[in-house]
């Protein structure tokens, strides 16, 4: 089973503006070939189908607790999107009846890349690709074999890493760089410690081959403070007691790799600390005639005083 946390994994900086261009390409993040719907994907059903879980533990702790990382990771992406779309926060936006819609208040969003977030998802985040094609199951490999699916997965972090470099060069906003530079960390992590796995079944020293592709994150200003914090070199079990097993492979011993800062890999047991869920305001103009938000907050406000 899954715990979940009101909370983001880190804490993201507003936007400087609304950018729905952005926010676009943010969303290939999500939905595309090597997004982490993909990563999610393929390591959730690994986890679930894998074969001999009690005699094979600490290859299915790694997948198991990476799988619960990775649905931090879409959610993470998901805020991103979202925050780019909706903007800078305007005190009391969300409030008020809209004002007068006839004037085409949203002209701007018909030219938009993906128009599509807007006209139909309120400029939310969705499982699709920055072109709007969706994310979709055959994205998933899940072979039964652990060495398939361990190599595999090595091959879809390797990918992934160059899809955030090549979105994290392409933005501008703090908002969208912030979400790459901590998932092109994680990513390593995540490259890793798949290479060390498929060394301890096979002996063969995959990760010589890292960093592959190779991305230098000291040089780049966003992966900085997580480097400085050792995030390079941690794996999160999720749990307050399972998946510890994969100290064994992640551990042990083992270090980081050479162009990362120094140190020995560690398990920690839990999750990171993380930051606050951004507030988006509403648009109450995109939601005419009938959106009351004054209305509708004095309920909320009643019924939070009422559960405390």
């Not at 926010?23 to 959730?44: D, F, I, R, V």
């Not at 894998?50 to 649905?71: C, D």
Request: net charge negative; aromatic share 8%.
């Amino acid at each position: 089973m899954f715990l979940r946390v009101d909370k983001l994994q880190i804490e993201l900086p507003a936007p400087e503006k609304q950018d729905a261009n952005a926010a676009a390409a943010l969303q290939e993040l999500l939905g595309g070939k090597y997004g982490e719907m993909s990563t999610l994907g393929n390591y959730m059903f690994q986890s679930f189908n894998f074969r001999s879980k009690s005699k094979l533990r600490p290859f299915y702790s790694l997948v198991a607790a990476i799988t619960a990382e990775e649905i931090g990771h879409v959610e993470l992406v998901s805020n991103g999107v979202a925050m780019l779309a909706n903007g800078p926060d305007e005190p009391d936006a969300d409030m008020g009846d809209g004002g007068d819609i006839s004037n085409a208040s949203f002209e701007a969003m018909k030219d938009a890349r993906l128009a599509g977030a807007f006209f139909s998802n309120a400029g939310g985040a969705t499982p699709v690709n920055s072109n709007a094609m969706s994310w979709n199951a055959d994205m998933v490999t899940t072979t039964g074999n652990v060495v398939v699916d361990l190599l595999h997965n090595f091959h879809l972090e390797c990918g992934a890493r160059l899809h955030k470099l090549r979105v994290y060069e392409s933005l501008t906003d703090p908002t969208g760089r912030e979400v790459c530079g901590y998932l092109l960390v994680r990513g390593s992590v995540h490259a890793h410690a798949y290479a060390l796995a498929l060394k301890k079944i096979t002996g063969v020293e995959l990760e010589k081959f890292l960093p592959t592709p190779n991305i230098p994150l000291d040089k780049i200003p966003e992966c900085q403070k997580y480097l400085a914090e050792g995030s390079h070199r941690r794996l999160y079990t999720f749990s307050p007691d399972d998946y510890r097993e994969m100290a064994g492979i992640w551990g042990n011993g083992e270090v980081t790799l050479p162009d990362d800062p120094p140190g020995e890999l560690e398990i920690v047991e839990g999750m990171p600390d993380g930051g606050k869920i951004h507030d988006l305001v509403g648009t109450p103009s995109a939601f005419t005639p009938d959106y009351a938000p004054e209305e509708m907050f004095e309920i909320a406000t009643k019924l939070y005083k009422k559960s405390r």
